[in-house]
């Protein structure tokens, strides 16, 4: 577990939601994955970002799926691709990335509460 942070401190992190609009390999990149657009809706608007989650998700059933993303975080060269947003997950027992996705659909841009 990492140190106690405040309320405050969460809130600062701006975690939302949005469905991905087109996912594309990424084959210039060190481990295996995948290039993302994301729309998080007109407030936010639609984002990139790089997710290394090749192991349980193929790109043809990535688009339409509701994904959470951290959207204040700079930008982040990674190889020739600049990501915008990081993409949540948990690691599975092998360490593979396992989406995190609201239960039922909700608004692109929901914030995380």
Not at 46 to 71: F, M, N, P, W
């Amino acid at each position: 577990m990492t140190e106690a942070i405040s309320f405050d401190d969460f809130l600062k992190v701006d975690i939302r939601v949005g469905t991905v609009i087109e996912a594309v390999e990424f084959p210039e990149a060190r481990k295996p994955a995948y290039k993302l657009r994301i729309d998080f809706g007109d407030e936010i608007g639609v984002k990139r970002s790089s997710a290394q989650i090749t192991v349980h998700y193929r790109a043809d059933e990535l688009v339409g799926r509701q994904v959470a993303g951290v959207v204040n975080f700079p930008t982040r060269q990674i190889g020739p691709f600049m990501s915008q947003v990081l993409t949540l997950g948990f690691a599975d027992s092998n360490g593979d990335i396992v989406l995190i996705e609201p239960e039922r659909a909700v608004p692109n841009g929901s914030r995380m509460f």
